[in-house]
């Protein structure tokens, strides 16, 4: 039987994404570093009219903050190789319309220091960027920077209902 | 977005739209902007990009924020480094 290839070291295999959502705000715990998330979004209600005072791009930007949590997991195979080594990647969010059409992107970097195998991350959005009312997705790839090799981690859905005044 | 990485000089660029690079706007030692002639930014050079890491976001083809991301044990969290360099550099730019 031939020998089993190692794996490399930063490849996007060996990282996976657990889980995903938006939510207002959240707060950890710096004791326990426990993360607390309040008010959870999926769905968002907007008055009709406030669609019609879009601005020049057709995007109306409602102000209000909110955050994107994800939490990442370093997958480890010992038989292959440990923890040891410091793995970087790209994290790519893209906030993607009804229509399919992409209103924002994001991009920052994740880090895995040697030894840490679970990594959460908290981006922080000023506002909602939103064309037309229906289903939005926050599309999250990760892309190793070396390789340029991308998958896609998950999808947060966000519905966007128009509400008649 | 697109994103190229130099391992051995450890230097990432972001470029967010095309067109001719009129000037270079430096932040900090570590981060340059370069703009076109209208000061639109066309992309960020982030250098010692290993430590120094941070977030951009865009909307549509236009920086909207840039975003220092600090590691924490198990939670990273961005927090804001500069806004509001939406359209012109120098006038808008606030360091928080």
Redesign the interface.
Known sequence: MAARKPAKKDSLSTVQCVWGLVCSLSSIDQQRNNISLFNVLDQLNVPKKEFEKRGDEGVLIVPMQHEIVLVWRRVINPALYADKDRMMFDIRIKVVDPRGEQTQEILFPLVFEPGKRVMRTRVQNQSFHLSVPGEYSYVVTIEATTTKERKKACEIPLFVSELES | ?K?S?D?VADA?Y?RIKTGKIAKTVEIFPWLLLDTNSKQEVLGVEILN??QN????????KRL??I?L?S?E????????LL?GIETTIGTQMQLT
């Open positions: 977005m994103t990485y391992p990432k972001v990009a290993s890491l941070v977030s951009v976001t865009t909307q549509g909207r924020e975003g991301v590691l044990e198990h939670s990273s969290e961005s927090k804001p806004e």
